[in-house]
């Protein structure tokens, strides 16, 4: 059992011809932990990432804010604070929803940038600080970035494979003209 993240644009776009879990769209857990696993008063590898290819990572982290897809009334459990009113905490949800939405051109343009810039910089993986529950996997994950070679399965993906099926899936949300994009977590 995992989470998988997928990206997603509102109003929601994918048609028929889009597969999520096909392989040149699908990104790996391995990218979902990388993205989420930030841990207080800690440079996490993925901001070590962004300082070494000159990326400024955050607007990746604001895609991780969407709030889940649940009933209305599940939102005041999950969002909302004493003696607030359904209207203020589905406000607030909305706040954080388009918060969350960021730029089609702007993601497209630091995965480029991450992407280009650790494949010129063929052992950053040696230079990254790893936590130490994720020094082996994560190293393993990093290898081979500039491999460009489609995986058979994406559990299979590196780092590098996540980014270009990162670019595909923009490609398709840029194709039907969409604007903002998100992380959804199933």
Not at 119 to 148: A, M, P, R
Not at 162 to 168: A, E, G, I, S
Not at 174 to 181: A, F, P
Request: contains cysteine.
């Amino acid at each position: 059992m995992g989470v998988d993240i997928h990206i997603k644009t509102e109003p929601d776009i994918f048609e028929a011809d889009f597969e999520q879990n096909d392989h040149k769209y699908r990104l790996s857990r391995q990218f979902c932990w990388l993205i989420t696993d930030m841990k207080a008063g800690t440079n996490s590898e993925l901001f070590q990432l962004g300082d070494f290819t000159n990326t400024d990572i955050h607007p990746l982290i604001k895609m991780c804010d969407y709030p889940p897809e649940v009933p209305p009334d599940r939102y005041r459990f999950l969002y909302g604070k004493p003696n607030e009113s359904d209207e203020e905490v589905l406000a607030r949800v909305n706040q954080m929803k388009q918060a969350s939405q960021q730029s089609l051109d702007t993601i497209e343009l630091l995965v480029h940038k991450l992407l280009l810039g650790l494949v010129h910089q063929s052992n950053f993986f040696e230079k990254v600080v790893y936590s130490n529950q994720n020094k082996y996997w994560l190293k393993s994950y990093f290898k081979g970035v500039e491999n460009d070679a489609p995986s058979q399965n994406f559990m299979d993906n590196n780092l590098g494979r996540d980014l270009r099926n990162f670019l595909n899936t923009l490609e398709y949300i840029r194709s039907k003209k969409g604007e903002q994009v998100f992380f959804r977590f199933l």
